[in-house]
């Protein structure tokens, strides 16, 4: 017999696994053939770009998604002052709730921080 199945999951999840347990279940072996993830965040079948096409064209940037708009998470803008604060390593006190949010300063995105308890710290940043 032949399956084709559609998974909704999240991260973490180990389709191989399911084909694996699935094919146990049924007292049988369990192949997986083909894998395709048609979705992952912002990225979808619809707005992906085989190699092929991405080689050929002249016109590469056109494909690139600003660091910015890959994630979702709510913003923070901070000034001047905090800013430089933040980038020598001192903490201001914020009122936002615990979480991961985009930080942007004066010149931009910065990259993506976690709030606890009132401060923010850059767990990943973007070199310019």
């Known amino acids: 017999s032949e399956f084709k199945l559609k998974i909704e999951c999240k991260g973490g999840t180990y389709i191989r696994s399911i084909a694996r347990d699935l094919g146990v279940l049924c007292s049988s072996c369990a192949t997986m053939t083909a894998l395709e993830r048609v979705e992952s965040g912002i990225f979808n079948i619809e707005n992906s770009v085989n190699a092929e096409e991405f080689i050929k064209s002249n016109d590469k940037e056109s494909f690139l998604i600003a660091p910015e708009n890959v994630v979702d998470f709510p913003s923070i803008f901070l000034n001047e002052k905090q800013t430089e604060r933040l980038f020598n390593g001192l903490y201001d006190i914020f009122d936002y709730k615990d979480g991961t ?20 710290k850059v767990k990943a940043y973007v070199r310019t």
């Open 101 to 120: 949010y985009r930080v942007f300063c004066p010149s931009g995105f910065y990259g993506v921080g976690e709030m606890k308890d009132g401060k923010l």
